[in-house]
């Protein structure tokens, strides 16, 4: 069957009026919870996987992707009218856009940004359409050392090559690994970490980890040390609709954003804050106003959300066909799909190919409800940016502690949600990013599975991992990522020594 | 702001608490009986590569702590000067109580008190109208996600189940 009749099959099954209204909840829901302060789209989705629960697979995951989506677009308006970026991707967005903003020019500020992901979005979209089967194909040649490989690479980027430290990122790592480990291990079914507690025997749940670590965490940061302060809304003065100048502005940045971010996305380099950087400085480059950046220049609007917004579609890439989740944000929708018993890989392309596909078809539609819902109804969405912030928390809490206690109805679940949320209070207040905690905690259990297997099928022989080509190749690139990096960090240093001005560490 | 001159004593203590919760790890992993199954590997060498691993990072984040400080931290010392502790105090008395309560009192009354609290805790000096909301937003939750998507929450004294 080939892709253009599977991506029919697929529009057959997310057109359906379930689907499709399922569609349309998600992403309104997805960004009426996006566009709160302080709730990226990692939390947006850990919130509302309970709601989800209920329906058919194929259902609840067209909601979720709708959420997903959602949470990302209604993020960036956050960014712009607040300057409280939700995530490090928006962290431009939120520069750029909320000085465009203070200049009155919200308008065009919001509508390159939804429009731009859309086109971006779009165009992912269908890339994502495309290059999955062929990433399938080479899928189905990877045995488990290749899966342990990547899932190395992947450890180590989100880990100690992006982030400010790569101390403090793998501190981060190893935690999350070690929370992995707490449960049943999956080849002898031993027990392990789970310190006599019955309540452990099936390991920590990604939700109670990811609202514990991205709600309560928050808010008790927030309410401890940012409670003075207060945020100023930009108001949305004048049009929303962008000039004809505007568009001759945008267009190439979206183009350039999406052609950045959707790569970006499709290898494990942590998601989308390395594209939304680059697109910002290929377009300050590049633009024939220069001058206007940093005080609020369209492209650099447009292009780094364009880039966001296309890079979230190309996490989707190792995540479906690899199961290999590269962000936050993928770890908990691979949790969705393991809530369903269903392991995202090349082989669920063979064996639920509707579900796949309604779900890449999902997403097209899922884009054009986006531009409709936002554009015209920015005024609504900006509306729930005033809700006061104690409210908004307290709000906010009472989902968080619903979805934890609704697992299995547990007060033990609470408590680890506490536990974890100081955790991510005391992260939070240390500088010490929280991503790589859930992907180790997903990746880890699902490494050493692929480790086990590797070596029982070599009789033990470790050098089965540089032997196969495969992964050889996917270990070169690790040491290379790992290398590469500070080897230019000390010719700089070399270089700026040698002109005579020590660079300051 | 030379603030990076002496030893931050939360620096050293995190790095310290990792340390342990590493050799914690490795100690612990001791305990699990080894059966290889088909697998050339059992269950023991992850735990003893991860609690190895975690301990070297709490030994490395020690001895960056004690050598200048943890590199590349943010200059947030103005966020971080004046602490509002009370705040803390009173949101993780309402996400405890809240966990004591929704068994028995049940999800609604639950959800009101832990709204007030949290709302308490960032500043807000409106108890009536918080108390009026958080009733209202709990009783909607809880219908709708229990009538509607079939989640399954304690009713409580009120709920007659």
């Given at each position: 069957m080939d892709t253009l009749n599977a991506l029919m099959s697929g529009f057959a099954v997310a057109l359906s009026l379930q689907n499709l209204l399922l569609g349309f909840v998600g992403v309104t829901l997805g960004t009426a919870v996006g566009v709160l302060p302080g709730v990226g789209p990692a939390l947006t989705v850990a919130l509302l996987l309970p709601a989800t629960a209920s329906f058919d697979p194929t259902g609840a995951l067209i909601m979720f992707a709708g959420i997903y989506y959602g949470a990302m677009f209604g993020g960036s308006t956050t960014s712009i009218l607040l300057n409280t970026p939700g995530e490090s991707a928006t962290i431009v967005t939120a520069?750029?856009?909320?000085?465009?903003?203070?200049?009155?020019?919200?308008?065009?500020?919001?509508?390159?940004?939804?429009?731009?992901?859309?086109?971006?979005?779009?165009?992912?979209?269908?890339?994502?359409?495309?290059?999955?089967?062929?990433?399938?194909d080479v899928a189905l040649k990877f045995g488990p050392t290749e899966y342990f490989a990547v899932m190395v690479l992947a450890f180590v980027t989100v880990s100690a090559v992006l982030g400010a430290s790569p101390a403090r990122g793998l501190a981060s790592l190893f935690l999350g690994l070690t929370i992995g480990l707490i449960g049943l291990d999956s080849q002898t079914g031993q027990a392990r970490f789970t310190l006599g507690i019955p309540e452990l025997l099936d390991g920590l749940d990604v939700v109670v980890v990811a609202v514990g670590l991205f709600a309560v965490g928050e808010t008790l940061y927030v309410a401890t040390y940012l409670n003075r302060t207060t945020d100023t809304i930009e108001q949305m003065k004048g049009s929303i609709?962008?000039?004809?100048?505007?568009?001759?502005?945008?267009?190439?940045?979206?183009?350039?954003?999406?052609?950045?971010?959707?790569?970006?996305?499709?290898?494990?380099?942590?998601?989308?804050?390395?594209?939304?950087?680059?697109?910002?400085?290929?377009?300050?480059?590049?633009?024939?106003?220069?001058?206007?950046?940093?005080?609020?220049?369209?492209?650099?609007?447009?292009?780094?959300?364009?880039?966001?917004?296309?890079?979230?579609?190309?996490?989707?890439?190792?995540?479906?066909?690899?199961?290999?989740?590269?962000?936050?944000?993928?770890?908990?929708?691979?949790?969705?799909?393991?809530?369903?018993?269903?392991?995202?890989?090349?082989?669920?392309?063979?064996?639920?190919?509707?579900?796949?596909?309604?779900?890449?078809?999902?997403?097209?539609i899922g884009?054009?409800?986006?531009?409709?819902?936002?554009?015209?109804?920015?005024?609504?969405?900006?509306?729930?940016?005033?809700?006061?912030?104690?409210?908004?928390?307290?709000?906010?809490?009472?989902?968080?502690?619903?979805?934890?206690?609704?697992?299995?109805?547990?007060?033990?679940?609470?408590?680890l949600l506490y536990g974890i949320g100081v955790m991510g209070f005391v992260m939070r207040r240390y500088d010490i990013p929280v991503a790589p905690v859930l992907v180790g905690m997903i990746l880890g259990p699902l490494s050493e599975q692929q480790f086990r297997r590797a070596l029982a099928i070599s009789q033990g022989d470790l050098t089965i991992f540089v032997t196969q080509p495969i992964s050889a190749t996917v270990l070169a690139i690790t040491a290379l990522v790992v290398i590469v990096p500070q080897v230019w960090r000390l010719i700089r240093r070399m270089r700026a020594s040698a002109i005579g001005h020590e660079s300051p560490v | 702001m030379s603030t990076h001159a002496r030893i931050h004593p939360g620096e050293l203590l995190i790095s310290l608490a990792l340390l342990a919760l590493g050799s914690f790890v490795v100690l612990e992993t001791q305990g699990i009986s080894e059966t290889q199954g088909y697998s050339q590997v059992g269950p023991r060498l992850f735990p003893y590569l991860i609690g190895t691993g975690l301990t070297l990072?709490?030994?490395?984040?020690?001895?960056?702590?004690?050598?200048?400080g943890w590199r590349n931290v943010p200059l947030d010392d103005g966020t971080h000067a004046a602490p509002d502790r009370m705040a803390f105090v009173i949101i993780s008395a309402g996400v405890l109580l809240h966990m004591v309560l929704i068994g028995w009192a049940g999800f609604i009354l639950a959800s009101t008190l832990l709204f007030v609290l949290i709302a308490r805790g960032f500043g807000s000096t409106k108890p009536v109208r918080n108390l009026i909301i958080a009733a209202?937003?709990?009783?909607?939750?809880?219908?709708?996600?229990?009538?509607?998507?079939?989640?399954?929450?304690?009713?409580?004294?009120?709920g007659g189940a």
């Open positions: 520069m750029e856009g909320n000085m465009m903003a203070k200049r009155g020019r919200a308008g065009p500020a919001l509508a390159t940004s939804a429009i731009g992901s859309f086109v971006a979005g779009t165009i992912a979209t269908l890339l994502l359409t495309f290059v999955s089967p062929m990433a399938v609709w962008m000039s004809k100048e505007d568009w001759k502005r945008s267009w190439k940045p979206w183009l350039r954003g999406t052609a950045l971010g959707f790569p970006f996305g499709c290898i494990p380099a942590g998601g989308a804050e390395i594209p939304t950087f680059l697109s910002y400085a290929t377009e300050k480059k590049l633009s024939k106003h220069p001058e206007e950046f940093g005080k609020g220049a369209i492209e650099g609007v447009a292009g780094p959300e364009a880039a966001n917004n296309a890079s979230a579609s190309g996490t989707l890439m190792p995540l479906l066909t690899l199961g290999l989740p590269t962000t936050a944000t993928a770890a908990i929708i691979l949790a969705a799909f393991q809530q369903y018993g269903l392991q995202p890989g090349p082989l669920l392309f063979d064996t639920q190919p509707e579900l796949i596909w309604g779900l890449i078809a999902s997403m097209y884009n054009v409800i986006l531009l409709a819902l936002n554009l015209p109804l920015v005024g609504l969405w900006v509306k729930l940016l005033t809700i006061p912030r104690p409210l908004l928390y307290a709000g906010i809490l009472i989902f968080a502690t619903m979805g934890a206690y609704g697992l299995r109805n547990s007060w033990f679940d609470l408590a | 990072c709490g030994a490395w984040l020690g001895w960056q702590a004690l050598t200048g209202v937003l709990s009783a909607v939750v809880f219908f709708l996600f229990t009538q509607g998507l079939g989640l399954t929450l304690p009713a409580g004294p009120f």
